[in-house]
């Protein structure tokens, strides 16, 4: 399996812990039922696992990397989810017998990972027939900010060569479709909705996630080490996001594809 590009920095942490059922699975919602059994695949620190928690009977939540999924139960304690299990789990090979669950969820995980179809797949696999596979993907190409200070423009591209040096695809929000055909779903209803960020609080943690991740997370080491970038050109980088959160006119979206597939 593809390390996770990201890691998991505080810079990292802070976005995957802004993260609702509400404000990262609206195209889930409506398919949640009381007597569901749900796997979510790459659920990090469980803030939308607790949250498809409250609408369920149980829910499993996998994820890579071990360390966090003690902070994801954590979360789920605060929460009182007591009908939430997490494991160590990878989503090419799911531990699971066919038709174990109800619905089947990934957020922001196909971009990371080094075969989405075999991915999905495996999550049709588990999926009980007639059940819900469901996915949402940013798409780094379609983001769009304003203004555009010049640190920002080299942003995008030096993310773009890590992530797709590590295996990973970050257009991944207009590819969803296309992958789940490929995966072998004929039933799948595609969406996009987005995040936008304009406010000064927002501007202000979004340039730390974002900007910070570019000098202190995994994302900075793999581009010095890939060549992408110098550490003088991310510091550079930095100081563009920060510019871009201290004008009161600052805005930011995030588009995500999103695609709900009959099992």
């Known amino acids: 399996m593809t390390s996770y590009t990201h890691g998991h920095h505080a810079t990292v942490l802070s976005s995957h812990e802004w993260r609702t059922a509400e404000n990262s699975a ?36 996998i994820d890579a990397a071990a360390a966090v999924l003690e902070r994801a139960a ?112 004929a039933d799948v209803t595609a969406t996009v909705s987005s995040w936008c960020y304009a406010t000064p609080q927002e501007r202000e943690w979004w340039s730390e996630t974002w900007g910070g991740r570019m000098v202190h997370s995994n994302v900075a080491e793999a581009a010095v080490a890939g060549g992408h970038a110098t550490r003088a050109e991310l510091d550079a980088i930095y100081a563009g996001w920060k510019e871009w959160a201290a004008d009161a006119d600052g805005w930011f979206t995030v588009p995500h594809g999103e695609i709900v597939c009959r099992a």
């Open 26 to 61: 609206p195209h889930l919602l409506p398919h949640l039922t009381p007597d569901a059994e749900v796997l979510d695949v790459g659920c990090g620190p469980g803030t939308i696992t607790a949250g498809i928690a409250a609408r369920v009977a149980r829910v499993t939540g």
């Open 74 to 185: 954590a979360h789920a304690r605060e929460q009182g989810a007591a009908n939430v299990a997490f494991a160590v789990g990878d989503v090419h090979a799911l531990d699971f017998p066919d038709d174990s669950f109800d619905v089947v969820h990934a957020h922001q995980v196909l971009q990371h990972i080094a075969d989405p179809v075999r991915a999905l797949a495996e999550m049709r696999r588990v999926c009980r027939p007639g059940g819900i596979v469901a996915a949402r993907e940013a798409d780094f190409g379609g983001m769009v900010w304003y203004p555009d200070p010049p640190g920002m423009d080299a942003w995008r591209p030096v993310y773009e060569k890590v992530a797709r040096g590590n295996g990973g695809e970050p257009h991944a929000g207009r590819r969803l479709v296309a992958w789940a055909h490929a995966a072998g779903f």
